[in-house]
Each structure stands twice: as structure tokens, then as C-alpha cells.
């Protein structure tokens, strides 16, 4: 037992690792905030531009009654109006009807549900809190009693579901530069016989029972668009090819089931230029996210076969998921799928312009870059993805050179990342770096992110990240860029007088 205790914490430890350093990030990115916090409950004139500020050359306006431009994450993308008229005219009812408990009957649930299942061409749809409980019911009903999700290393269900919570084990595989897994490492992956299709989804209590049991590959977890490779979206063809490698296994008697983490799904359809279907349908499930891109304050959708929805509606109950009065939630759903969807190449437009200011670039026309080629959007970028495999992750795969001259990045930058969507990264030399970059910004009204290399895309100590939304004008990423540029400029200036 001591031998077999010991080999399963050998096997564990890659997974171990990434969760503190994950658990790290999350404890910085806690005091970032609250010290961005701290800095904006000052009152704007105890924040106004002073006279030898660097940005005043690059026309830098008074920040004095101006909003702050909040480019942290997508996440903080605000509802605008019409999302929240939505709520006063949501016609909604129990989702549970005390009649009967299994029936759903809101119909402005009902009303969604349909409606996303049909984009992405699947038969059903679930309407959930979070694409992070999406993830969670979707291992449950792929996985059964048995099963093991393979997922790549630096995904978001391997950093932060905390699947070992439910027991279920993660096999961590390299990522590809593309962000894809290798599918030949998959099928090297998949052990045993998959998942036993005679046996039931498992009721709450036998997901959290410990038991020593045999794990067999039930699930391949992707994540289309990648949050820690800059927003880029996976190649259009690898879904197809994905399932093509599901089907043979099939044959073969191996039943391997295919999720997407598909929160930001919505942008790789924009920059392939395809409807959402052409991606989604080749999986098994698919999470897809309301809150972030299309403004909603909050859900998500689930989707699949009829019989795989109805079994996650139940594990969603389960997990205390379910919604009193879901379609006030709903409404605002689908009137930011009304307003939004069709706007999102306007924040891969704005995505490209902050790439090519903080480069000291002209900006690009404003359809340049964003998707002219489906079947691959990474080279259309102006920026690399990756110069080379990162050797943590064993890639052997050259990546898209940058179509910029690195010696055009100021002193401490190490590269400009832009991944084809409204994400851009910015990698510096070191951790001091980047805080005072954050500083700088902060006093000028702008707040960025900011990401801690976790083995994955980002090689440098650190990254500044930021995301122009539908919230943010031209004016308000032209602003950013040229001050973030400013900022690196006279950064580079100090260092090389000291």
C-alpha cells in the first residue's frame, strides 16, 4: 500500500505543482486589485497629470471627471443598457415547479437554451451559473465512476476546477504552440475501455466516495479560445480531426468523449469568420459564457445530445445549480447575444490597434488581422504565438515568428503578444518591471492585468495583460497604447541613463 501511495503522488506531483502556482496567481492578482481599488478611491483631482508626466508628449488628456479604462479582463466587460432593460420585460416562472420538480418551465430559460443549442448544432441546452460548472457537469456525465479527463497543461480546467475534488484524475499533455494537444498523444494517452456505457451518470453521493479503483480515459477537454496564449483560437480544422480521432477509437471499442471549454468560443467563430456551429458540433459538450464578451452580469450554457443534457440537468440540481426564477438571468443572456455577438470583430479590430501602438507601430487597417485566414489565424497576427515549444511542455513545434523587429521593443520588453483576438499580452524581463508598468497606468487611469508564467505560452517573469471590450471607444485603446508605450519608452530611458 506505502509503494502504491507513493506512486500515485510521483504521478500527481506535475498536477500538484501547477495548482500552488496557480493558487499563487490568485493571491496576486488579490492584492493587485485591492490596491487598484485603493488607488481609484482617491478623489480624480488627487490623480490629475502633472506637468513633467511622460504621456504629455504623446497628447495625454486630463484624467480629472474622466472614467477610470478598466482593460483587467473581459470579464469586467458592463452590461449596457439594453441588457438590463431585458429583466423588466422577462416573462419567468419557477424552474422547478412544486407540481413537479423535474420539469423546467421558465420560459425565458426555455427560450435561451433552444436558441444556443441551435447555434452551436446541438440537439439541447443547459443554462448554468459559470462555464467553470459547466466544465465540472460535464466531467461528471462524461466520466462516470471511472473516468480520467486528458487536458492540456496549462488549460483552465487544469489550473483552476479542482477536479480532485470529485476524484477525477487529470492527465496533464504538452500544448501545442497552436494550442491544440497533439492527437497522437491523446490516443497514446487513452487507457482501458473508456468509459462502460451501461453504467448510469453516478448519483452525488458516488462522486465523493474514496475508493481504490481502475481509471480509464473517458474525456479529451480542450479550450477554444485559449485565455493563456493571448485569446488565440484553435485551428478551424482540429475539432473535425478531433472527432475523426474520437470515431476510430469508437471502433476500436474505446469511448472517449470530447469537451470544449468553450467560454470564449464565440471570438474563434469571429476571426474563422464561420457560424458557431462549425466548431462547436464536432464535440460531444460544449461551455459557452455570457458574462464576459457579451455583457451579461452572469451565466453560462451547457450544450449536447438530449440525453446527455437531461443527465446534467440532474447533476446540476445535485450541486445546488438550479435557478429560482432563472429567466430574469436569461433575458439579459440573449439580449447580450442580440447586441453583442455581431461586434465582437470590432474588439479584435481594437485588440490589433493596442499591439501595434504599444510597438511604436502605424495601426493596422481596421479590418487587418482579424481572421482573413480560417484555417489559420495565427500567422494573420501581428504578433508570435510562441518563438519555440516551451521545453516544460516537451513542444517540438516551431511557432509563427512575430512580424515586428524585436529591437523596436523597448529595454525590459521581451515581446508584444497578440493572439488574433482582444487579448494582448505584454512580456518584460521581470517582476519589478511589470508592477511599475501597472503603477504607471494606474495614475493615468488605465488598469491593466497581469500574468505569472505558469510553463505554458508565457516565457518571460511576467506579463502585463491587457483587453479592449465593447465597453471601451477607440479613443480609450488608442489612449492606452500610446501611454503604455510612453511609459516603456521612458522606462528604457532611465534604465540606460542609470
Same mark, same amino acid.
Given at each position: 500500500?506505502?509503494?502504491?501511495?507513493?506512486?500515485?503522488?510521483?504521478?500527481?506531483?506535475?498536477?500538484?505543482?501547477?495548482?500552488?502556482?496557480?493558487?499563487?496567481?490568485?493571491?496576486?492578482?488579490?492584492?493587485?486589485?485591492?490596491?487598484?481599488?485603493?488607488?481609484?478611491?482617491?478623489?480624480?483631482?488627487?490623480?490629475?497629470?502633472?506637468?513633467?508626466?511622460?504621456?504629455?508628449?504623446?497628447?495625454?488628456?486630463?484624467?480629472?471627471?474622466?472614467?477610470?479604462?478598466?482593460?483587467?479582463?473581459?470579464?469586467?466587460?458592463?452590461?449596457?443598457?439594453?441588457?438590463?432593460?431585458?429583466?423588466?420585460?422577462?416573462?419567468?416562472?419557477?424552474?422547478?415547479?412544486?407540481?413537479?420538480?423535474?420539469?423546467?418551465?421558465?420560459?425565458?430559460?426555455?427560450?435561451?437554451?433552444?436558441?444556443?443549442?441551435?447555434?452551436?448544432?446541438?440537439?439541447?441546452?443547459?443554462?448554468?451559473?459559470?462555464?467553470?460548472?459547466?466544465?465540472?457537469?460535464?466531467?461528471?456525465?462524461?466520466?462516470?465512476?471511472?473516468?480520467?479527463?486528458?487536458?492540456?497543461?496549462?488549460?483552465?480546467?487544469?489550473?483552476?476546477?479542482?477536479?480532485?475534488?470529485?476524484? *477525477?484524475?487529470?492527465?496533464? =499533455?504538452? @500544448?501545442?504552440?497552436?494550442?491544440?494537444? %497533439?492527437?497522437?498523444?491523446? !490516443? $497514446? +494517452? /487513452?487507457?482501458?475501455?473508456?468509459?462502460?456505457?451501461?453504467?448510469?451518470?453516478?448519483?452525488?453521493?458516488?462522486?465523493?466516495?474514496?475508493?481504490?479503483?481502475?481509471?480509464?480515459?473517458?474525456?479529451?477537454?480542450?479550450?477554444?479560445?485559449?485565455?493563456?496564449?493571448?485569446?488565440?483560437?484553435?485551428?478551424?480544422?482540429?475539432?473535425?480531426?478531433?472527432?475523426?480521432?474520437?470515431?476510430? *477509437?469508437?471502433?476500436?471499442? =474505446?469511448? @472517449?468523449?470530447?469537451?470544449?471549454?468553450? %467560454?470564449?468560443?464565440?471570438? !474563434? $467563430? +469571429? /476571426?474563422?469568420?464561420?457560424?458557431?456551429?462549425?466548431?462547436?458540433?464536432?464535440?460531444?459538450?460544449?461551455?459557452?459564457?455570457?458574462?464576459?464578451?457579451?455583457?451579461?452580469?452572469?451565466?453560462?450554457?451547457?450544450?449536447?445530445?438530449?440525453?446527455?443534457?437531461?443527465?446534467?440537468?440532474?447533476?446540476?440540481?445535485?450541486?445546488?445549480?438550479?435557478?429560482?426564477?432563472?429567466?430574469?438571468?436569461?433575458?439579459?443572456?440573449?439580449?447580450? @447575444?442580440?447586441?453583442?455577438?455581431?461586434?465582437?470583430?470590432?474588439?479584435? !479590430?481594437?485588440?490589433?490597434?493596442?499591439?501595434?501602438?504599444?510597438?511604436?507601430?502605424?495601426?493596422?487597417?481596421?479590418?487587418?488581422?482579424?481572421?482573413?485566414?480560417?484555417?489559420?489565424?495565427?500567422?494573420?497576427?501581428?504578433?508570435?504565438?510562441?518563438?519555440?515549444?516551451?521545453?516544460?511542455?516537451?513542444?517540438?513545434?516551431?511557432?509563427?515568428?512575430?512580424?515586428?523587429?524585436?529591437?523596436?521593443?523597448?529595454?525590459?520588453?521581451?515581446?508584444?503578444?497578440?493572439?488574433?483576438?482582444?487579448?494582448?499580452?505584454?512580456?518584460?524581463?521581470?517582476?519589478?518591471?511589470?508592477?511599475?508598468?501597472?503603477?504607471?497606468?494606474?495614475?493615468?487611469?488605465?488598469?491593466?492585468?497581469?500574468?505569472?508564467?505558469?510553463?505554458?505560452?508565457?516565457?518571460?517573469?511576467?506579463?502585463?495583460?491587457?483587453?479592449?471590450?465593447?465597453?471601451?471607444?477607440?479613443?480609450?485603446?488608442?489612449?492606452?497604447?500610446?501611454?503604455?508605450?510612453?511609459?516603456?519608452?521612458?522606462?528604457?530611458?532611465?534604465?540606460?541613463?542609470?
Amino acid at each position: 500500500m506505502m509503494a502504491t501511495d507513493a506512486a500515485t503522488a510521483s504521478a500527481d506531483a506535475p498536477a500538484t505543482a501547477l495548482r500552488d502556482k496557480a493558487n499563487t496567481l490568485r493571491s496576486a492578482i488579490a492584492v493587485q486589485t485591492s490596491a487598484a481599488k485603493a488607488t481609484f478611491a482617491q478623489q480624480p483631482s488627487q490623480r490629475a497629470h502633472t506637468a513633467d508626466d511622460n504621456s504629455a508628449a504623446a497628447g495625454a488628456r486630463p484624467i480629472a471627471g474622466e472614467p477610470v479604462i478598466d482593460m483587467r479582463s473581459d470579464s469586467y466587460t458592463r452590461p449596457d443598457p439594453s441588457i438590463w432593460a431585458a429583466v423588466h420585460t422577462a416573462a419567468v416562472a419557477p424552474e422547478f415547479p412544486a407540481s413537479n420538480p423535474k420539469t423546467l418551465d421558465d420560459p425565458e430559460t426555455l427560450r435561451l437554451e433552444a436558441r444556443v443549442a441551435a447555434l452551436c448544432g446541438h440537439e439541447a441546452a443547459l443554462f448554468t451559473t459559470s462555464a467553470t460548472l459547466c466544465n465540472v457537469i460535464a466531467q461528471v456525465v462524461h466520466c462516470g465512476r471511472d473516468g480520467e479527463v486528458l487536458v492540456g497543461s496549462v488549460n483552465h480546467t487544469a489550473l483552476f476546477s479542482d477536479s480532485e475534488v470529485l476524484e *477525477l484524475p487529470q492527465t496533464l =499533455l504538452p @500544448l501545442e504552440p497552436d494550442g491544440t494537444i %497533439a492527437l497522437d498523444a491523446v !490516443a $497514446a +494517452a /487513452v487507457r482501458g475501455s473508456g468509459r462502460n456505457k451501461s453504467d448510469p451518470t453516478p448519483a452525488a453521493t458516488d462522486v465523493t466516495k474514496t475508493k481504490e479503483r481502475k481509471r480509464t480515459t473517458a474525456m479529451l477537454s480542450v479550450e477554444d479560445t485559449h485565455s493563456r496564449l493571448a485569446g488565440l483560437p484553435l485551428p478551424l480544422s482540429y475539432p473535425r480531426q478531433a472527432r475523426e480521432l474520437a470515431d476510430r *477509437l469508437t471502433v476500436e471499442g =474505446l469511448d @472517449l468523449r470530447l469537451h470544449c471549454d468553450g %467560454a470564449r468560443v464565440w471570438h !474563434a $467563430a +469571429a /476571426v474563422h469568420k464561420v457560424p458557431l456551429r462549425d466548431i462547436t458540433a464536432h464535440y460531444d459538450s460544449v461551455s459557452l459564457c455570457f458574462c464576459k464578451a457579451l455583457g451579461a452580469p452572469m451565466g453560462a450554457a451547457l450544450v449536447g445530445s438530449a440525453e446527455f443534457i437531461a443527465n446534467a440537468r440532474r447533476v446540476r440540481r445535485v450541486y445546488g445549480g438550479a435557478l429560482w426564477q432563472s429567466g430574469y438571468f436569461a433575458a439579459m443572456c440573449s439580449a447580450g @447575444l442580440d447586441r453583442r455577438l455581431h461586434t465582437l470583430q470590432e474588439d479584435h !479590430a481594437k485588440g490589433a490597434l493596442l499591439a501595434a501602438l504599444i510597438r511604436g507601430e502605424t495601426p493596422p487597417a481596421r479590418d487587418e488581422g482579424v481572421g482573413s485566414t480560417p484555417e489559420a489565424p495565427a500567422s494573420q497576427c501581428a504578433a508570435s504565438v510562441a518563438d519555440t515549444g516551451n521545453s516544460e511542455e516537451g513542444s517540438t513545434h516551431a511557432a509563427p515568428r512575430s512580424q515586428h523587429s524585436r529591437a523596436s521593443l523597448p529595454s525590459g520588453v521581451t515581446e508584444v503578444v497578440w493572439g488574433g483576438t482582444n487579448v494582448v499580452i505584454v512580456e518584460v524581463s521581470s517582476v519589478e518591471i511589470r508592477d511599475a508598468i501597472l503603477k504607471g497606468l494606474a495614475e493615468r487611469g488605465v488598469l491593466a492585468g497581469f500574468m505569472c508564467a505558469l510553463g505554458g505560452r508565457a516565457a518571460a517573469p511576467a506579463c502585463v495583460r491587457l483587453i479592449p471590450t465593447a465597453n471601451h471607444s477607440l479613443e480609450d485603446v488608442h489612449w492606452a497604447g500610446v501611454l503604455l508605450r510612453g511609459l516603456l519608452e521612458a522606462m528604457a530611458t532611465e534604465d540606460a541613463a542609470t
